[in-house]
């Protein structure tokens, strides 16, 4: 028995802010951001928003369109980094929004690999036997973490939340591999304290610069491109599956030109590699559920399409998960 993905579900922060817009803010430039990074505008959390309410949004759109109730679920399983309560857990709150009870709610915390991470471990129990119906939800809110005078951080993050419900299922469809990496020694190359006010764009209250998200960019860089191709090659080989026969790449989303290197790398034509990160930016937790939730939307995806998501960000973390829809 394996666990395939039935639906899915997408909700953002209400505002929209476009490079334009954050040279107000700082000293920078559309023409840099754009060239550097592929993003025009991500959405940004304001005083008074909510990403658990967001992240619940994300979750009833997916329930509907699985057409299962909220209380038909078995597990609620959360990539994120961003609660605003150190617990009870954003599952919890998730869970407490859609109004159930009892069943286990948990997060998993590796940053912007966190869906990737989430699905793994969703899987994984399904597999075992402990649950048949599973809510993943990947939810982020970087931008109130930045220190909004830095623009090497600050111009990158976006916020919000993607869905998807899982269901056990016989046969071949379904996640056919999972391959989950860290390496703690790098933990450096991008962190925030766990300390800190939440520092909206909009917010009088600012995070102090080393309360914020501190990252080596470039260093960082070159170990996405590496590690993301290294892992997107493992779990097609686990599944013996061959990378001309995997349809569509929804890697994450944090750079053009970490999507365009890790695609070349691997010889994936681009027509193949979905993006999306233009209009949100880099959402962490939330980009792969957001990206593939639009190449459904977009007819991207169809049965038995063989579909690539990978991802890597803080920790360091890294992982793929390759699905037969
Ligand atoms: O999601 C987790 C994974 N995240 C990543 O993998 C991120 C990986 N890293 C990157 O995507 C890129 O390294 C960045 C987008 C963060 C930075 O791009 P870069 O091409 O590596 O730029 P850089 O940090 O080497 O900076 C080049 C120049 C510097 O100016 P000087 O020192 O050469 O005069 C920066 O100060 O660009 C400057 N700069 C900016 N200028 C205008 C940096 N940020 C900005 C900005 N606007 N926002």
Redesign the pocket.
């Given at each position: 028995m394996g666990s395939r993905i039935v639906a899915t579900g997408r909700a953002l922060p209400r505002t929209a802010l476009s490079n334009k817009d954050?040279e107000r803010y700082?000293?920078?430039?559309d023409e840099?951001?754009k060239s550097?990074?592929g993003i025009n505008q991500r959405y940004a959390i304001r005083q008074g928003e909510s990403l658990a309410e967001i992240a619940t949004t994300a979750s009833r759109i997916a329930l509907e369109r699985a057409g299962l109730k909220a209380s038909e679920l078995d597990a609620i399983i959360v990539g994120t980094v961003s609660s605003e309560y150190a617990f009870p857990s954003f599952a919890c709150q998730i869970q407490h929004q859609l109004g159930i009870s009892s069943i286990p709610a948990f997060d998993v915390a590796a940053?912007?690999s966190g869906f990737i991470y989430a699905i793994s471990v969703a899987d994984s129990q399904m597999r075992a036997g402990d649950f048949k119906r599973v809510l993943v939800v990947g939810a982020d809110a970087l931008s109130t973490m930045v220190d909004w005078n830095d623009?090497?951080?600050?111009?990158?993050f976006g916020d919000g939340a993607g869905a998807v419900v899982m269901v056990t299922t016989p046969g071949n469809r379904g996640v056919l591999s999972s391959l989950l990496r860290s390496s703690g020694e790098h933990w450096h190359l991008?962190s925030v304290r766990a300390t800190g006010v939440r520092s909206t764009i909009d917010s009088e209250v600012r995070r102090c610069a080393d309360d914020a998200i501190q990252?080596k960019?470039?260093e960082?860089?070159k170990?996405?491109v590496k590690s993301m191709e290294e892992v997107s090659r493992l779990v097609a080989e686990r599944a013996g599956v061959k990378l001309d026969e995997i349809d569509l790449f929804v890697p994450?989303q944090?750079?053009m030109?970490?999507i365009t290197a890790v695609a070349d790398r691997l010889g994936m034509p681009h027509e193949k590699v979905f993006t999306n990160i233009d209009r949100f930016g880099?959402t962490?937790a939330a980009?792969v559920p957001i990206a593939l939730d639009e190449a459904i939307e977009q007819g991207r995806i169809h049965d038995n399409s063989i579909v690539m998501l990978n991802?890597?960000?803080?920790g360091l973390t890294w992982g793929a998960n390759l699905i037969r829809w």
């Open positions: 954050l700082m000293d920078t430039s840099w951001i550097r990074t940053a912007c623009r090497r951080t600050a111009v990158l991008l990252m960019g470039p960082l860089f170990i996405a994450h944090a750079n030109r970490i880099n962490s980009s991802a890597c960000g803080g």
